[in-house]
């Protein structure tokens, strides 16, 4: 009896963890797009890559995909520099979490992070000119 309400405590556990995860994401979406509307690029990519932080600890996968179009629309905004910044000063690193993104939900990702790394190229290849 003890075993049964342990087991089914542990699943509502887990159940309210991935819920938290994906409301702070849904949070952190929803800063990003107010930031990114008032052409606060830098720091709406920041909030954009901690939201998929969060959602890629979830199922909310609509989200997640929706959050790395944003990335890519941000990025056509950004310097090498911006990115740089944001890792350095924000402790975000954007292949960080793509690697994590990768590892974690390969059947969704690929493409996407295949986008936002040629996009990164892009900035490196403009700053070294």
């Known amino acids: 009896m003890v075993a049964k309400l342990e087991s089914k405590l542990a699943e509502h556990e887990q159940k309210l963890e991935k819920a938290t995860l994906s409301l702070n994401g849904q949070i952190m979406q929803l800063q990003a797009n107010s930031l990114f509307q008032n052409e606060k690029y830098k720091e709406a990519f920041r909030d954009y890559c901690l939201a998929v932080s969060f959602y890629t600890e979830t199922d909310d996968i609509p ?16 310097t090498k520099d911006d990115v740089l910044s944001i890792k350095v000063v924000d402790n975000v690193d954007i292949a960080e979490v793509l690697n994590d993104l990768q590892e974690k939900k390969p059947t969704i990702s690929g493409a996407m992070i295949v986008d936002i790394r040629e996009k990164l190229y892009e900035l490196r290849k403009q700053a070294d000119k």
């Open 63 to 78: 989200n997640l995909s929706r959050v790395i179009e944003c990335i890519k629309s941000c990025l056509n905004h950004l």
